[in-house]
C-alpha cells in the first residue's frame, strides 16, 4: 500500500472514528442531564410544589379552629356534584386555604382548595407535567 493511500485511509478511519465519538457523547451527555433533572425534581420537590402554589400547605392532624367543614363539604357537592372527600389537609396558618381531597361517581379522584371561612372553592391543585402539587 502507498503511502498516500495509508494517509487517506487513517483519514477516513479518524473521520469516522470522531462521528462516533461526537454521538456517543451526545447520547452519554443526554442521559447524564436527566438523569441530573430528574434528580433535581426529586430533591427539591417540596421547594418545587411551594413555588408553583404559593399557599402551601402541610397535612395537620388536629383540626384547626375555624374550619367550616360542612360548608366546605355543602360547596363541593355544588361544583362535583356526587364527590365524596376521601381526604382533609389543613393548612398551618390560618390564611391558607384547605386542600379536599375527593373522589367523583365516575372514580375521577380531584383536588380542590377551598377557603377556610367561607368555604368558597379556590380551584383545582395545579399539575406540572406529572408532578402534583
Request: net charge positive.
Given at each position: 500500500?502507498?503511502?498516500?493511500?495509508?494517509?487517506?485511509?487513517?483519514?477516513?478511519?479518524?473521520?469516522?472514528?470522531?462521528?462516533?465519538?461526537?454521538?456517543?457523547?451526545?447520547?452519554?451527555?443526554?442521559?447524564?442531564?436527566?438523569?441530573?433533572?430528574?434528580?433535581?425534581?426529586?430533591?427539591?420537590?417540596?421547594?418545587?410544589?411551594?413555588?408553583?402554589?404559593?399557599?402551601?400547605?402541610s397535612?395537620?392532624?388536629?383540626?384547626?379552629?375555624?374550619?367550616?367543614?360542612?360548608?366546605?363539604?355543602?360547596?363541593?357537592?355544588?361544583?362535583?356534584?356526587?364527590?365524596?372527600?376521601?381526604?382533609?389537609?389543613?393548612?398551618?396558618?390560618?390564611?391558607?386555604?384547605?386542600?379536599?381531597?375527593?373522589?367523583?361517581?365516575?372514580?375521577?379522584?380531584?383536588?380542590?382548595?377551598?377557603?377556610?371561612?367561607?368555604?368558597?372553592?379556590?380551584g383545582?391543585?395545579?399539575?406540572?407535567?406529572?408532578?402534583?402539587?
Open positions: 500500500m502507498s503511502p498516500l493511500n495509508r494517509n487517506a485511509l487513517n483519514r477516513n478511519v479518524q473521520q469516522k472514528l470522531r462521528l462516533a465519538h461526537l454521538w456517543l457523547g451526545l447520547i452519554a451527555g443526554l442521559f447524564i442531564v436527566m438523569m441530573g433533572l430528574t434528580g433535581v425534581v426529586i430533591v427539591f420537590r417540596p421547594m418545587i410544589e411551594a413555588a408553583a402554589a404559593p399557599k402551601a400547605i397535612s395537620g392532624r388536629s383540626r384547626p379552629a375555624g374550619v367550616n367543614l360542612a360548608l366546605v363539604e355543602q360547596r363541593l357537592a355544588m361544583v362535583h356534584p356526587g364527590a365524596r372527600i376521601s381526604r382533609i389537609a389543613f393548612p398551618e396558618s390560618s390564611a391558607e386555604p384547605v386542600l379536599v381531597q375527593a373522589e367523583t361517581t365516575e372514580k375521577q379522584r380531584l383536588q380542590e382548595f377551598f377557603d377556610r371561612s367561607t368555604g368558597q372553592d379556590l383545582a391543585k395545579k399539575k406540572l407535567g406529572r408532578v402534583h402539587t
